[in-house]
């Protein structure tokens, strides 16, 4: 007979054990829909971000609340960190850094400049920790039902410490060697996401202004050889036009889209289908959809097509 892992604790080898608790620092879309899926696979979360409202929904989802990002470094052995931008991850670094916690594993969630997630490494290492740059590939809707793909780079053993965890809230991950390699592959993805999207959304407005029913469309286009993941996703808000609760607000996606381009630049590499989706994005929000689903750039080829006043 196998022996029984403690509570609070997973197989890893055979014959032992690991610590199953883990800090998440960054509640928000991402960050909340991760810290709900490994409370009900089993583990001890210990979850921190500024926003009072973003703790509340975390404590409700069994989330053990902490004080600050230090104290959820001073708690846990493995932090995930998902962040909205460069100075909220440099400032969580530096917390940590100065936290007096034992050496820890800091995966890095958030989309973020190579400069920016290089910054992040040197802190962190300079504290004797371990950070990986982990960006997630999905939206927080595939957060919610751990449909995410997690693109870990960095130290090896590190990450395969990590596997554990990532596998109770992502559908893969992946080892892909050196420290920014995960950041650069999440570069390519959110580049094909940004020109679905709006191909999806060009092809629902072209949709409505020949009269078909939007549902059939959703069906059967996306299940067929013109679909992709973006239109199965984004198409049903687009023809239901509705784009709450978001799962990525178009605020939020435009730093992304701000960083696809400074990289592309950097390397000296032509994205003329990527280039011509950025004034679509900015519309929206010039129209002010900002805090709309990035499916919202429906709206404004609806206002272009004529659909909308």
Known sequence: MCPRAEAGSVEAKEGTTMDKTVGIIGLGIMGGAIGRNLVERGWTVIG????AAKRAEAKDAGVTL???????ARRAPILFTSLPNPKAVKAVAEEIAASGAPRRIVCEFSTLA?????????????????PLDCPLSGTGAQAAVRDVIVYASGDSEAIKACIPVFEDFARLNAD???????????????????????????AMVLAKKAGLDLDQVVSLVGGGAGGSRMFQMRAPMMAKDVYTPPTMRCT?????????????????????????TEP???????????DLDTAAVCVVLEAEAGLRK
């Not at 921190?48 to 926003?51: G, M, S, V």
């Not at 190579?114 to 371990?130: I, M, P, Q, R, T």
């Not at 960083?259 to 032509?270: E, H, N, Q, R, S």
Request: proline content about 2%; charged content about 25%.
């Open 176 to 202: 892909l060697g050196e420290y920014g390699n995960g950041s650069k592959l999440k570069f390519i993805a959110n580049h094909l996401v940004a020109i679905h999207n709006v191909a999806s959304a060009e």
């Open 252 to 276: 939020m996606w435009q730093k992304d889209m701000d960083v696809i381009a400074a990289f592309a630049k950097d390397l000296d590499c032509p994205t003329p289908l990527f280039t011509r």
């Open 48 to 51: 921190f971000d500024l926003d």
């Open 114 to 130: 190579l400069e920016d997630k290089l910054a992040f490494k040197s802190v962190l290492e300079a504290a004797g920790h371990v």
């Open 66 to 72: 902490a004080e600050s990002a230090a104290d959820v």
């Open 280 to 290: 679509v994005y900015k519309k929206a929000l010039e129209m002010g959809l900002g």
